[in-house]
């Protein structure tokens, strides 16, 4: 890279570090003070009491396990249902697959909060699930979403679908048109040509949904605080409730590196698989 390149880059990168850098390594720092006894400052000196609170109180093991099989259950259901949303937008033409993607990006720009408080009046007691469920009748008592783990998943598939539906829209529309037709006149059925053919060949945005609907469920705040209404602690509404209700900065930041690692460990396995698979077709 030459000089001129660099100078270019320079405010980008002192930007960056300012904005992203610094805060991590305050973070990562903070996490091994201590909170002084009987008081809201930090102790002088460095521990590892954080992360050891974190590893032998059952209660935060406990909460760290649900985050995580939480996120993959949202992750999976995510996948699930955007498959046959993906194939319809995939070969939709002209207006109605830019008004389609369109709709896809919605819940993206709008923020958490907005999708959230919806869902909020959908799962309620008196809202509109209930109410159809009941209509219908299936259940003549209204079932209880708010404050329970499958309500909060509910949010965050909600919450996140986008981000899975995009790289399988992307991986899909660039599938050669023929192969589905070919695999079909060999006498190959549906579920077979979905399994042997189309599968295999959208692998790579299949992983890239996963890694980024997981990694979002993991971090997510905003969903679990209100659709669990206090009940369902996970990573995210734990390290909040330790940076303002409890002010222990200290043990809020090691909660946070540790979430931080995590990240970095599902992005690392995503890419692991990604060049797995691209050497196995080479």
């Known amino acids: 890279m030459n000089k001129r ?27 091994f003070r201590v909170q002084g006894e009987g008081s809201l400052l930090m102790a002088e000196g460095f521990s590892a009491a954080n992360y050891a609170r ?17 996120s993959a259950a949202a992750t999976a259901i995510s996948l699930v249902i955007a498959l046959p949303m993906a194939r319809q937008i995939a070969v939709s033409a002209g207006r109605a ?53 499958p309500g909060v998943i509910i949010g965050l598939v909600q919450a996140f679908l986008p981000l899975m539906l995009l790289p399988l829209v992307n991986a899909l529309s660039r599938l050669p048109k023929d192969v589905e037709a070919a695999a079909e006149t060999l006498g190959a059925p549906t579920f077979i040509v979905w399994r042997r053919v189309i599968l295999p060949l959208i692998a790579p945005g299949i992983i890239a949904g996963s890694v980024l609907v997981f990694c979002a469920s993991l971090t997510s705040f905003v969903t679990p605080q209100i659709l669990g209404q206090g009940k369902i602690a996970t990573f995210g509404t734990m390290a909040y409730q330790q940076a303002s209700l409890v002010l222990d900065w200290p043990f809020a930041s090691a909660i946070a590196v540790v979430m931080l690692l995590i990240l970095a460990l599902g992005l690392a396995i995503g890419s692991f698989a990604a060049k797995l698979l691209a050497r196995r077709r080479a």
């Open 97 to 149: 697959k830019g008004l389609l993607l369109a709709l896809i990006l919605v819940p993206l720009v709008s923020g958490a909060l907005l999708p959230t408080l919806g869902m909020l009046h959908l799962l309620g007691p008196l809202g509109v699930i209930n109410s159809i469920l009941k209509d219908i009748g299936l259940i003549t008592r209204s079932v209880k979403f708010l404050g329970t783990v």
């Open 54 to 70: 974190l590893v032998s109180d059952t209660y935060f093991a406990e909460v760290f396990f649900r985050t995580i099989w939480m």
């Open 5 to 31: 390149a660099l100078l270019l880059l320079m405010p980008a990168l002192i930007l960056s570090g300012i904005v992203f850098l610094l805060p991590f390594l305050w973070l990562f720092v903070t996490s």
